[in-house]
């Protein structure tokens, strides 16, 4: 999907989105993230014409849908939003039918589908299908939200803040089960955040925006954090960005020092080759240790220390 210099102009003469230009490939999640009024829920309801952009154009799967039929058009792009918008007095199944219903499918086929989209995301048909959005806790309610947004196999999925409802415990669990979720339907998904580290942790890229849907950078979380562009986005990205890399970076093999072999002592705490240095810090504090085995499958490789990880010297990290 391609934004042409977008633009959005209000008639009081607010420019919400400026000149915005952006290309999200298939089956990429990007994540625009940006200050509260900078424009990201614009471009996001201009993307299903929610918002009639001023000018530009939007191209979709090779068609402008800049002028397309709106409503046809809704029906090819999966909406989230914050407080998932489940009708009250439907139950969960027929929450997530919604679309299919819409474009006619057999009753049979939205049953089913309805009832495989629950299970994708967590929910046994068997106890959830049949209740309503106020006997679901918040977590439960956006898991119904994204079912519902996949129902018709969307081209895009587009999520405006849809884990700020719940709360930060839950939010977190959610974001892993949506990342396992990804990895399997592979989406062509555009999230808006104005959390830095909910766009760390999901986007493949992301487009940090300042006023005006002016984009700064547009990288990988890597690249965003460890080679800031503008001085907005070396503010925007802030003084904990050193923890943030390390959420980003993964260990390597040239970061280790050489398994000691059987002298090795025993009672070190494990981390995997290729996970996060993040991770790898958290193990040794959890343990109080200085230094981790670093395993790859079974078999140690070296050791690092947690000296080692404070003082790594980053490479440029384009991915
Ligand atoms: P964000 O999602 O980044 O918080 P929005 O896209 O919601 O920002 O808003 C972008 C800007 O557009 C804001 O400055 C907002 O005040 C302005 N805006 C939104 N709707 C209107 C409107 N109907 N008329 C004038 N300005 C508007």
């Given at each position: 999907m391609t934004l042409e210099s977008v633009r959005k102009q209000y008639p009081d003469g607010t420019v919400a989105v400026g000149d915005l230009s952006l290309t999200v490939k298939a089956g990429e999640l990007v994540v625009l993230v940006g200050p509260s009024?900078?424009?990201?829920?614009?471009?996001?309801?201009?993307i299903n014409r929610l918002i009639e952009p001023t000018?530009?154009?939007?191209?979709?799967?090779?068609?402008?849908v800049t002028r397309a039929d709106p409503v046809r058009l809704r029906r090819r792009i999966g909406y989230v939003i914050q407080n998932v918008g489940l009708f009250p007095h439907q139950t969960v199944r027929a929450n997530v039918g919604t679309v299919p219903r819409l474009l006619g499918w057999s009753r049979p086929r939205i049953r089913?589908?309805?009832d495989e989209l629950l299970d994708l995301v967590g929910l046994d048909p068997a106890q959830f299908a049949n209740r309503y959005p106020h006997e679901l806790s918040g977590g439960q309610r956006q898991r119904v939200g994204v079912a519902r947004a996949l129902a018709a196999d969307p081209?895009?999925?587009?999520?405006?803040?849809?884990?700020?409802?719940?709360?930060?415990?839950?939010r977190t669990?959610?974001?892993?089960?949506?990342l396992r979720l990804q990895a399997d339907v592979r989406k062509t998904i555009v999230l808006v955040t104005h959390d830095l580290d909910e766009a760390v942790r999901l986007g493949d890229r992301i487009a940090l925006l300042s006023e005006g849907g002016k984009l700064q950078q547009y990288d990988s979380p890597a690249a965003l954090l460890g080679e800031p562009a503008t001085p907005f986005v070396r503010e925007f990205v802030g003084a904990d960005r050193g923890i943030r890399r390390l959420a980003v970076t993964a260990i390597t093999a040239e970061?280790?020092?050489?398994?000691?072999g059987?002298?090795?002592?025993?009672?070190l705490p494990t981390v995997a080759l290729g996970s996060s240095l993040y991770d790898a810090l958290a193990v040794l504090l959890t343990a109080n240790a200085d230094e981790a085995r670093v395993v790859d499958g079974t078999e140690p490789v070296g050791l690092l220390s947690r000296h080692r990880i404070l003082s790594i010297d980053y490479p440029a990290e384009r991915a």
């Amino acid at each position: 999907m391609t934004l042409e210099s977008v633009r959005k102009q209000y008639p009081d003469g607010t420019v919400a989105v400026g000149d915005l230009s952006l290309t999200v490939k298939a089956g990429e999640l990007v994540v625009l993230v940006g200050p509260s009024g900078c424009g990201k829920s614009t471009v996001l309801r201009m993307i299903n014409r929610l918002i009639e952009p001023t000018s530009g154009r939007i191209v979709l799967d090779g068609e402008d849908v800049t002028r397309a039929d709106p409503v046809r058009l809704r029906r090819r792009i999966g909406y989230v939003i914050q407080n998932v918008g489940l009708f009250p007095h439907q139950t969960v199944r027929a929450n997530v039918g919604t679309v299919p219903r819409l474009l006619g499918w057999s009753r049979p086929r939205i049953r089913g589908r309805a009832d495989e989209l629950l299970d994708l995301v967590g929910l046994d048909p068997a106890q959830f299908a049949n209740r309503y959005p106020h006997e679901l806790s918040g977590g439960q309610r956006q898991r119904v939200g994204v079912a519902r947004a996949l129902a018709a196999d969307p081209v895009v999925l587009l999520m405006d803040e849809p884990f700020s409802a719940v709360d930060p415990i839950a939010r977190t669990r959610l974001q892993e089960e949506f990342l396992r979720l990804q990895a399997d339907v592979r989406k062509t998904i555009v999230l808006v955040t104005h959390d830095l580290d909910e766009a760390v942790r999901l986007g493949d890229r992301i487009a940090l925006l300042s006023e005006g849907g002016k984009l700064q950078q547009y990288d990988s979380p890597a690249a965003l954090l460890g080679e800031p562009a503008t001085p907005f986005v070396r503010e925007f990205v802030g003084a904990d960005r050193g923890i943030r890399r390390l959420a980003v970076t993964a260990i390597t093999a040239e970061m280790l020092a050489p398994w000691p072999g059987p002298t090795a002592p025993t009672d070190l705490p494990t981390v995997a080759l290729g996970s996060s240095l993040y991770d790898a810090l958290a193990v040794l504090l959890t343990a109080n240790a200085d230094e981790a085995r670093v395993v790859d499958g079974t078999e140690p490789v070296g050791l690092l220390s947690r000296h080692r990880i404070l003082s790594i010297d980053y490479p440029a990290e384009r991915a």
